[in-house]
């Protein structure tokens, strides 16, 4: 509300200085035909007050913008928890599940492991291949080098925690332990 107050200020502000400047260009029309001088005053004046119109409404534009993109934020973050939501219920339902049972908790763990699975590849998000891959310093990091076991000199020889892609954008780099 503080900020639309503000907004019609300035506005008003601007629309007020526009009719002043209006009047004194009308005002000097009239005496540039007396006088050169006072043409060109006049022609200032309707510069200026192009100008000033001009600002203003880049200030809305500006304003208008950033509301905009603010929202359109806020819009995605409530999409995405939206999405993540099921997995909490089906977390909250494996905890109900008598402690004793041990096949009916990992079924649910499961359940919820396909779940996140289901809704990264539904937002785009892929698993970086690692496992026996060349090391890619852009998609990989390297974090122990095994100088024993099978394969191939800078070879991937076991991923130690999963990377992820969005499109071409790396969102967490693999970590893997890569043959010397």
Known sequence: MKKDKKQ??????????TVETTE???ETTEASEENPTAKLEAQIAELTDKNLR???EFENYKKRTQKEKEMSYQFASADTVGKILPILDTLELSLMQD???GNAFKAG???TVKQF???LEKAGVTEIPALNEPFNPELHNAVLRAEEGDG???TVVEVLQKGYMMGDRVIRHSMVKVKA
């Open 152 to 154: 191939e000199p800078d």
């Open 54 to 56: 001009l600002m203003a």
């Open 8 to 17: 019609n200020e300035a506005v008003e502000e601007t629309v007020e200085e």
């Open 99 to 101: 402690a004793t049972d």
């Open 117 to 119: 699975h289901t809704i």
């Open 109 to 111: 763990i499961e359940l």
């Open 24 to 26: 004194t260009a009308e």
